[in-house]
């Protein structure tokens, strides 16, 4: 079976048995700064999440004027 073919099976499978209309995204993706990205994306190496999350807040805590 050719990629294309694999790639719009996926696809027509995902869109058969997810609930897409509803999906959401997490507050991982709600950041108002590229400095922020660029914390999150580093530090979520080999890191959990939460961890992430601390570091970016003590971040801006140390940022706040």
Do not use: H, W
């Not at 996926?10 to 590229?34: C, F, I, N, P, Q």
């Not at 660029?38 to 999440?49: E, G, L, M, R, T």
Request: one cysteine or more; proline letters at 3%; hydrophobic letters at 45%.
């Amino acid at each position: 079976m050719p990629l294309e073919s694999e790639a719009i099976a996926v696809a027509r499978y995902a869109a058969s048995k997810l609930d897409l209309k509803s999906a959401t995204l997490g507050d991982e993706y709600r950041y108002m700064s590229l400095p922020l990205c660029v914390i999150d994306a580093v530090f979520s190496i080999n890191n959990k999440y939460k961890a992430v999350q601390n570091v970016v807040a003590r971040y801006c805590a140390s940022t706040r004027t």
